[in-house]
Every structure is written in C-alpha cells, then in structure tokens.
C-alpha cells in the first residue's frame, strides 16, 4: 500500500515539475587555416613600410646623408632628372633593351622547353646543354660575348636574353612533365592530332609553370640589365648611375636604384596579374 502511494507521489511530483529549458545548439566557430581574402594592394604594402623606416631614420639623423641620402633628396633628384629630360631617355634606352632580351629569351625558352618536353630524344639533346648553361651565370659569359659580338646592342641583348630563358625552359618543361599522362591517354582516345594534343593539351598544362617562370624571367631581365649597361653604354640607366659613381652623386644613384625597383615591382605584379586571370580556373591559397 505503501508503495502504491510512494510511487503515486513520486509520479505526482514528476508531472508538477517544470519541463528543462532546452539548451540553444552550441555555435561552433569555424577557425580559417589558410592565409585569408587577399589584401588591397597587399603587395605594396611591404615597399611603404621600408619607405617609412628610411624617412624615419632619416629624419632623426640615423642616417648619413652622405651614403643614403633621405627619401625627400632622392624626390628632388628625380624631379631634376625629368625636368632636363635624361631620365626619360635613359629608362626608354634602358626598357627597349630589357624589352628585346625578354621577347628572344622567352622564345628560346619556351622552344627549347617544348622540344625538351615532348621527346624524349628532344629531352637527350637539349635538356643536359640547357643544366650546364644554367649552373654558368649569365654575366660570366660577358667576356666571351664582348669578343664574339662586340660592345654594342648586340651584347647587351643576348647577355640579357641568356638571362631569361634558364627560367622559362626549367619552371616550362617542369610542367609540361607534370601533366597527368590520362589526358595523354584520353587524347589519343579521341584520335587528336599532335597539333591539336599540344593546344588542347600540353600548352594549357604546362601554362602555370610558363608564368612562374615569367616572374623569375622578368626579374632576371632587369638584373641582367643592371650589369650590361655599365658595360661601355652611352645611354641607360645603369649608365647614368656609373657616371654619377664617378662624379660621387649618391642621390643619382639611389634615383636608379628605386628607378629599378620600380620597374621590376611593377613588372611582377603584371605577370600575376595575368596569372590570376588567365588561372582563375584554380583554386589555390593564392586566391
């Protein structure tokens, strides 16, 4: 009787009592391992920081205006340069020169990578010639350049182009060996012909590695450039900054500096920028 009761209050009581509050679903916070939306104009953000620093240090009197004059001198500079015209002359000598060395190094390049890369008997002849040329510097082929073709033009342009087209054969070829051989298989599946197998196939394959190279290509152009124009030049840049050398006018000299900076800065950001367009395909960390 007893129990009866207990177990008639205990389900009394269980009926009385309020029913739980449902807890709210806890939120989970999804933590982003990858390097995040990219930043605007992120890449100059690097460049105004050394700015900023080299003002700074300059305007507290860090700096010995005598080997690093102040960012606001080297302005000045620059402005006389352009008002007298011989900036403009020497950086227009100067970027047709690093123009031509680029067009016939990418050509040599992406020829020989072809070759190299779609045979193997291409690959025999041409791939072990390339690795020596590479393990060589450019610049040290300058003395046997100047005897073969002189100090002219010529030597500089193919000084600058033996520069340009290692990278563009290595980062080329490298991607062109990187295809997935199922494309390969599925084009011989569908009976393409060799000029439709490398359009269809091999170019768009090998394209990412093609513009990792331009970017090593286009800054190998300007290095190579550095060192021709000081070479016997009349004209350029590297040539007003030897001149300003001899005469101790570091201002000029820092003026063809940040003029080089520039120009490869602003170069690398058109490679990437026609790299994000031309791959927007991809789905990277980049992107």
Do not use: C
Request: aromatic residues 6%; charged residues 15%.
């Amino acid at each position: 009787m007893s129990a009866t009761v207990f177990g008639k209050r205990a389900a009394s009581e269980t009926d009385e009592a309020p029913a739980a509050t449902p807890r709210p679903p806890r939120r989970l916070t999804r933590r982003r391992l990858g390097p995040g939306r990219p930043l605007p104009y992120g890449w100059a953000l690097g460049p105004l920081l050394l700015l900023v620093l080299w003002a700074a240090g300059s305007g507290a009197g860090l700096i010995d205006a005598r080997n690093l004059p102040a960012p606001w001198t080297i302005a000045a500079t620059a402005g006389d340069l352009i008002a007298d015209g011989r900036l403009q002359s020497h950086l227009a000598t100067s970027a047709r020169r690093a123009l031509l060395g680029l067009v016939f190094g990418v050509a040599a390049g992406l020829l020989l990578a072809l070759v190299s890369g779609l045979s193997r008997l291409g690959e025999g002849l041409v791939d072990g010639p390339v690795q020596i040329k590479r393990a060589i510097p450019s610049l040290a082929l300058i003395p046997l350049l100047i005897l073969w073709f002189g100090i002219g033009e010529t030597m500089k342009v193919v000084t600058i182009a033996l520069g340009v087209f290692v990278p563009i054969y290595i980062h080329t070829h490298n991607g062109l060996r990187t295809i997935d051989n199922r494309y390969a298989e599925l084009a011989e599946t569908v009976r393409l012909g060799r000029l439709q197998f490398v359009r269809h196939v091999v170019l768009p394959g090998a394209l990412p590695g093609f513009l990792l190279g331009m970017r090593f290509a286009v800054t190998a152009a300007w290095l190579s450039l550095v060192v021709v124009e000081q070479v016997n030049a009349t004209s350029g840049i590297g040539y007003m900054m030897e001149l300003a050398r001899t005469y101790g006018q570091t201002d000029i000299i820092m003026v063809g500096l940040v003029v080089y900076g520039l120009l490869g800065l602003v170069s690398d950001a058109l490679v990437r920028l026609v790299e994000r367009r031309t791959l927007s395909w991809r789905r990277t960390l980049g992107s």
